[in-house]
């Protein structure tokens, strides 16, 4: 653990301004370790600290680049009206990140913004839709070749299938009965989901500008609860518009959060209906009927991908997401697999709501 006053120091090798900073831990994503440094005085920003998880991201001045490139072309280029993105703070000496004992990136922190585990009502729902359709559509004349490739196959299933029979073919025989149920769910789908990639492989969808990790808490309101912008850009890379729609539909859409057991796990209509329009209304115009005919399967797709990752954690021993207790990745795999179970009922019910 690190302590309150080496943080305080670290915040002071950024450009910061004001000072009499405190710190306190944020507690909800499942890879870096972020602090909320509040300003003592008013006038001056509130900073966000995060300490870069290595273990994920291996290059580092790729990761930062691509921040820098993605928040300097979305402030140039958004709509008028529409917030800036969070700057970032360069060090005292000009790098945008920090190397003590890790790698720290400092970003400024908009007051009176804050985001959300779960949706709250519809209106938040059409809100977020809008924040990840603009950001889609105002990235869409980046060049890709402008964007490093952080995490290679991303979203690809079947790089996430290999990974998990390397990791199955490491494990006991006996330990393979407590996920037998989970596996048997896996083979029964995973064909049919691998439609989307053959699609892309074979250039019949559009690679994108994505965000790639469209989380609902990835997306900020402001106190009038509008949205503000995407935050986390860690995974800005080329992909399909899909991975954004269904993988913010698993989290704003879901009735339980993905630590929740499997019971009472499904797809809020109005919540999918709600977020859906205001996601549309931004991008309808750019896609292609390719596009729009797989949208629906992006919403089995992104929760069945989440559960294969998390099952191959929980069998490596939990090296990659942060859990809290053993059999966390195992539950958060569960489920993941019974949301992708829901959405598979329900397609036709969500492909009537989308073309509402
Ligand atoms: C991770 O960083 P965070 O917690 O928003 C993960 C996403 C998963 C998500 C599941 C780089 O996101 O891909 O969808 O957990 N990010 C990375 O909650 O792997
Ligand atoms: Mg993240």
């Not at 008013?42 to 490139?69: G, M, W």
């Not at 005919?293 to 191959?312: A, N, Q």
Request: with cysteine; net charge neutral.
């Amino acid at each position: 653990m690190i302590a309150n006053h080496q943080i305080r120091q670290i915040v002071k090798s950024f450009q910061v301004e004001g000072g009499g900073f405190t710190v306190s831990k944020i507690g909800a994503g499942h890879i870096h370790d972020t602090y909320h440094v509040k300003n003592a005085k008013s006038t001056c920003p509130d900073y966000l600290l995060q300490k870069i998880n290595e273990r994920v991201f291996h290059n580092v001045d790729a990761l930062i680049e691509n921040s820098v490139t993605v928040i300097s072309h979305f402030n140039q280029h958004k709509r008028s009206g529409m917030p800036d993105m969070p700057k970032i703070i360069p060090t005292v000496d000009g790098r945008f990140h920090l190397q003590s004992n890790g790698y720290w990136r400092l970003t400024e922190f908009i007051k009176e913004s804050r985001s959300f585990d779960r949706v709250q009502n519809s209106d938040q729902a059409y809100e977020g839709g809008k924040a990840v359709g603009a950001f889609i559509k105002v990235m869409a004349n980046l060049p890709l070749n402008r964007l490093n490739v952080i995490i290679p196959n991303f979203h690809d299933l079947k790089y996430r299938l290999a990974e998990l029979d390397t990791a199955l073919n490491d494990i006991p025989r006996n330990k393979l009965k407590e996920i037998s149920t989970e596996i048997a769910f896996i083979k029964k789908y995973a064909d049919q989901l691998l439609v989307i990639e053959s699609m892309r492989n074979a250039g019949k969808l559009p690679i994108r500008v994505c965000h790639n990790d469209t989380k609902f808490n990835n997306i900020l309101f402001d106190d009038s609860g509008k949205a503000v912008c995407l935050i986390d850009l860690d995974t800005v890379m080329p992909g399909l518009i899909h991975y954004d729609f269904g993988d913010a539909i698993r989290s704003c859409a879901a009735t339980a959060n993905e630590d929740a057991d499997i019971e009472g796990v499904d797809i809020d209509l109005e919540s999918f209906q709600a977020f859906s329009h205001g996601f549309m209304g931004m991008v309808d115009d750019m896609l292609i009927d390719a596009e729009r005919e797989y949208m629906v399967l992006s919403v089995v797709l992104m929760p069945f991908i989440m559960g294969v990752r998390f099952l191959t954690d929980h069998l490596r021993g939990d090296k990659y997401f942060k859990v809290e207790y053993t059999g966390h990745n195992l539950i958060r795999t569960k489920n993941q697999l019974a949301l992708a179970g829901k959405a598979i009922k329900l397609q036709l019910d969500l492909k009537a709501l989308l073309n509402k």
